[in-house]
């Protein structure tokens, strides 16, 4: 019995102060307000999200990617797969056809444009619902974090 109490105490600590559930549980309702907005598109947000990062970045390499979004490597494989049968990517060897670097296609670069005043929507209404400060708060700790990547 005593085990079975300490238990639901720590629980209790985790459920009232765990950074990692609450990160999640924010992404969560933030993801799917971005996905519910841009699904007309045929899009979701964590594949504009990789769009946008090859479109801002040139012709990288699936690593460069990775680590720009923090991606293991089998979920941008399978994001990638997905965009690719839809013709919204390509994939071309480098020189030494080893490694290949991933750039958007016509109708690649025509999703991120159709759907950029969507995303706007979203944008809009994710701030309206967390609030100012807490956008700032936000976009500066993502600064801290990833600056390089997200002023390109």
């Not at 985790?14 to 007309?40: E, G, T």
């Not at 460069?64 to 071309?92: A, F, P, Q, Y």
């Not at 999703?111 to 619902?129: F, G, N, T």
Request: positive net charge; glycine residues 6%.
């Amino acid at each position: 019995m005593k085990q079975n109490q300490q238990a639901k105490m720590c629980a209790r600590q985790m459920r009232q102060k765990c950074l990692a559930m609450r990160v999640r549980l924010i992404n969560r309702i933030i993801s799917r307000i971005y996905d519910d907005v841009l699904r007309p598109h045929g899009i979701k947000g964590s594949q504009m999200s990789i769009l946008a990062a090859i479109s801002a970045s040139g012709r990288p390499g699936p690593s460069e990617i990775c680590r720009m979004l923090h991606l293991d490597v089998s979920t941008l494989s399978r994001n990638v797969s997905r965009m690719k049968k839809k013709g919204w990517l390509k994939i071309s060897p480098v020189k030494d056809r080893r490694a290949h670097v991933l750039h958007l296609t016509d109708a690649g670069n025509r999703r991120i444009v159709d759907a950029y005043s969507s995303w706007q929507v979203a944008q809009e209404r994710v701030e309206k619902i967390i609030g100012a400060d807490n956008t700032t708060a936000i976009s500066k700790l993502a600064d801290d974090f990833f600056g390089p990547y997200l002023a390109q």
